[in-house]
């Protein structure tokens, strides 16, 4: 197949009337699928609702110290539930809180607790002129949305294979003490896929701060979410680098089980130094009396340990693995030398971001819209929603089922040609 | 027995000897005992643990509107739970958010959006110089320290049988555009039990807010929570008689099955009108994608409709109706005649409110301490922790088993006894 910009006007216009009329014919076959969101299928949850038989009428509900987990207490978890996701995080349990259902409150949570009381005794960031975060691009939508709500400015950080340009990085947070935070989903990046380099997180863990109030907020959303088990993404641990930089208050990480159990129904943990432990659960008193001990108590008796986790990931991995496999080699097989998009084969998370040439990713999206398939709209992966080059879409192969992937796949890959033969149209002109 | 008062400084000085003598010899008696929170015991949440049995890896998680309630979605709750707690809170669905395990959660995150983008469009109140609320006393130590946290002023109001003071609630309110908001615990007030009179609820509907931010806090915590299933208290519907006063906006009402179910592992939900639901679902949207559906679901199950919540609820009141006969009557054998304390006899909730002589709470709460037995701080139930007249002590029976509420008791009423008698014997200096 040639590539589409060698192609010449007439070829183009030929090639335009053939992808329209199959796009036309597709539009008519009255297609409704989804694939914006990074959603479990269920096929997925019913890896883990065995997790529910486990306490029940019978059971005691007694945690170590013999404490009731059914009833009010115990601000930063139970004890059991540090201990598997210290084993999971790779830290002590003094550096863990275990939270409720949601790793973005508690992201929510730390930046509002920022803006009304500060961090660490610092100015509240509402009482500040001008607060900034930088976003490295392309980046996950909910994180932007809410520094975009607090009306933080956002400054996008261009990414590689390795991680966020981290010369660019330090220049921001080195020397300027308005730059409170940087946010990261450091191991396969949404929607990319990429895992920070070892030299990317050293460099992180090294940062000197202008402001003695920034934070890393770390989002270990894929900490275990490999597809591969033989080939795994591997991320130095936050935690160990910030403390040998002598950093060791400088990132705030986190994981749940979201992705791992139940979207809504998991459990999500802070892992942070027990300084900041410390000043959380002071700011969070005011807030809760404790999250529910109980489903932390259901997670810890079902994976027991980490290995137990580790074990049930491999489980996913073999439902997810298929699904990518089919968006990737459709990519491949269908646009596979047209030079007219690029993508990166991902060892874990939930994406595959796909680059469409420069202008056409609004255009793909539209399109793929009207032929009933919704994509997470373009630009959603770039602070204030503005993909400047117009170029990023995200891919969410996960919550389809194969068929159905299989048919979203082919009105995608349509798109991608119908747009870009369009742009080249419009160039010659 | 003689009133205190009566009694001449020869008695008085008698009396002390022997209550000195008492208190010192329990003091020896190593007691370790805690009225300090509204915790429900271990046999009470025993009754709702068959609610555990209901979902397992067998079921169907499948909602109305075929929705798998263990994957994401659904912000404002499941439809099933939204149906219940609107039967039970006497509205419609579309004045329903179910939300998490904490209805504290709900008014603080209710609070710090106002604080950071303001209600109803209007200013932030962090923006503001200066933003009161006004504080029905005695009242809960959390909704105190919620506001005082964020820096509100707080106004005492103070409460008869009837509620809170209206004429100076209206004066507040209706002429102070500074004034944002009132704490409320309509039905068994925290601590003192009693329940708002029709006219004084008539009244808050009727208000006339300066503010048009202005929103009563109503927290409906003990909304099912009675003692004696013949006699209930009874509480006018706040939803109902806020639009039929033309003001269906202007209140916040929660409740909860944390004293129903689990404290921690309970469902909290939000009441209040179409459009101020709608404006905080969108609020909501930035810190989470939904709350725990799976435990939702769970408690529709178990109650299936308010018939079996209130049946329910009949067997926490008779676990706790001898708990708070036994306070009552220990108060009533050893203090009644005495004048040195009063109390009420609620019909429902978690506490008895005492009130010592002028300027004896605190005396009474150390004595206690030093004796073993941990009361509420004296002064929590005011904002600022600051009762001007020293007296407000509040009791929570429900935790301590039986024999441990008659010993807690026993040490109750001798250091009241004795800090009343110090009392005398210092005036009478």
């Given at each position: 197949m040639k590539a589409y910009k060698d192609l010449s006007r007439e070829e183009l216009q030929e090639l335009q009337t053939k992808l329209q009329a199959e796009y036309d014919k597709l539009k008519q076959a009255g297609i409704k699928l989804d694939m914006s969101r990074g959603k479990p299928g269920s096929d997925q949850l019913d890896l883990s609702s065995p997790m529910l038989d486990l306490l029940n009428s019978t059971s005691?509900?007694?945690g170590v110290n013999d404490l009731d987990i059914r009833n009010y207490g115990l601000l930063d978890g139970i004890a059991e539930a540090k201990e598997l996701f210290a084993e999971l995080m790779e830290c002590t349990p003094d550096h863990v809180m275990v939270c409720g259902n949601s790793s973005l409150s508690i992201m929510y949570d730390l930046i509002t607790r920022a803006m009304t009381h500060g961090i660490g005794g610092n100015t509240p960031w509402c009482k500040l002129e001008h607060v900034k975060f930088l976003c490295p691009v392309p980046g996950y939508d909910r994180h932007f949305a809410i520094t975009e709500h607090f009306g933080i400015e956002m400054i996008s950080?261009?990414?590689?294979?390795?991680?966020?340009?981290?010369?660019?990085?330090?220049?921001?947070?080195?020397?300027d003490p308005m730059v409170k935070g940087i946010w990261n989903v450091p191991k396969y990046t949404n929607p990319a896929g990429i895992v920070y380099s070892d030299e990317v997180v050293r460099r992180f863990a090294r940062l000197k701060p202008a402001a003695p109030d920034f934070r890393i907020f770390w989002d270990n959303a894929y900490v275990i979410h490999d597809l591969y088990p033989d080939n795994k993404g591997k991320l130095l641990n936050i935690v160990e680098e910030c403390e040998k930089a002598g950093n060791p208050d400088m990132y705030y990480e986190l994981c749940s089980t979201s992705k791992v159990?139940?979207?809504?129904?998991?459990?999500?943990?802070?892992?942070?130094?027990?300084?900041?432990?410390?000043?959380?659960?002071?700011?969070?008193?005011?807030?809760?009396?404790?999250?529910?001990k109980v489903n932390q108590m259901r997670h810890v008796l079902y994976f027991k340990n980490v290995a137990g986790m580790r074990a049930h990931m491999e489980k996913h991995a073999d439902i997810l693995r298929p699904k990518f496999e089919a968006?990737?080699?459709?990519?491949?097989?269908?646009?596979?030398?047209?030079?007219?998009g690029s993508w990166i084969k991902p060892l874990g998370g939930y994406f595959i971001a796909f680059d469409t040439l420069e202008g056409c990713a609004k255009r793909v999206v539209g399109l793929?819209?009207?032929?009933?398939v919704i994509m997470t709209p373009a630009g959603s992966t770039y602070p204030?929603?503005?993909?400047?080059?117009?170029?990023?879409?995200r891919i969410a192969p996960t919550y389809p089922t194969a068929d159905e992937l299989k048919q979203a796949c082919?009105?995608?890959v349509l798109c991608v040609k119908l747009a870009s033969v369009e742009k080249y149209l419009a160039s010659a002109n």
């Amino acid at each position: 197949m040639k590539a589409y910009k060698d192609l010449s006007r007439e070829e183009l216009q030929e090639l335009q009337t053939k992808l329209q009329a199959e796009y036309d014919k597709l539009k008519q076959a009255g297609i409704k699928l989804d694939m914006s969101r990074g959603k479990p299928g269920s096929d997925q949850l019913d890896l883990s609702s065995p997790m529910l038989d486990l306490l029940n009428s019978t059971s005691s509900f007694r945690g170590v110290n013999d404490l009731d987990i059914r009833n009010y207490g115990l601000l930063d978890g139970i004890a059991e539930a540090k201990e598997l996701f210290a084993e999971l995080m790779e830290c002590t349990p003094d550096h863990v809180m275990v939270c409720g259902n949601s790793s973005l409150s508690i992201m929510y949570d730390l930046i509002t607790r920022a803006m009304t009381h500060g961090i660490g005794g610092n100015t509240p960031w509402c009482k500040l002129e001008h607060v900034k975060f930088l976003c490295p691009v392309p980046g996950y939508d909910r994180h932007f949305a809410i520094t975009e709500h607090f009306g933080i400015e956002m400054i996008s950080i261009p990414m590689d294979e390795n991680g966020p340009d981290m010369d660019l990085v330090e220049q921001y947070v080195n020397h300027d003490p308005m730059v409170k935070g940087i946010w990261n989903v450091p191991k396969y990046t949404n929607p990319a896929g990429i895992v920070y380099s070892d030299e990317v997180v050293r460099r992180f863990a090294r940062l000197k701060p202008a402001a003695p109030d920034f934070r890393i907020f770390w989002d270990n959303a894929y900490v275990i979410h490999d597809l591969y088990p033989d080939n795994k993404g591997k991320l130095l641990n936050i935690v160990e680098e910030c403390e040998k930089a002598g950093n060791p208050d400088m990132y705030y990480e986190l994981c749940s089980t979201s992705k791992v159990t139940f979207p809504g129904s998991g459990v999500a943990a802070l892992i942070t130094s027990p300084a900041n432990v410390e000043e959380t659960k002071k700011l969070m008193s005011w807030q809760t009396i404790g999250y529910d001990k109980v489903n932390q108590m259901r997670h810890v008796l079902y994976f027991k340990n980490v290995a137990g986790m580790r074990a049930h990931m491999e489980k996913h991995a073999d439902i997810l693995r298929p699904k990518f496999e089919a968006v990737l080699n459709c990519l491949e097989k269908e646009l596979g030398g047209l030079e007219i998009g690029s993508w990166i084969k991902p060892l874990g998370g939930y994406f595959i971001a796909f680059d469409t040439l420069e202008g056409c990713a609004k255009r793909v999206v539209g399109l793929c819209k009207d032929a009933g398939v919704i994509m997470t709209p373009a630009g959603s992966t770039y602070p204030y929603k503005n993909d400047p080059s117009d170029t990023s879409i995200r891919i969410a192969p996960t919550y389809p089922t194969a068929d159905e992937l299989k048919q979203a796949c082919e009105v995608f890959v349509l798109c991608v040609k119908l747009a870009s033969v369009e742009k080249y149209l419009a160039s010659a002109n």
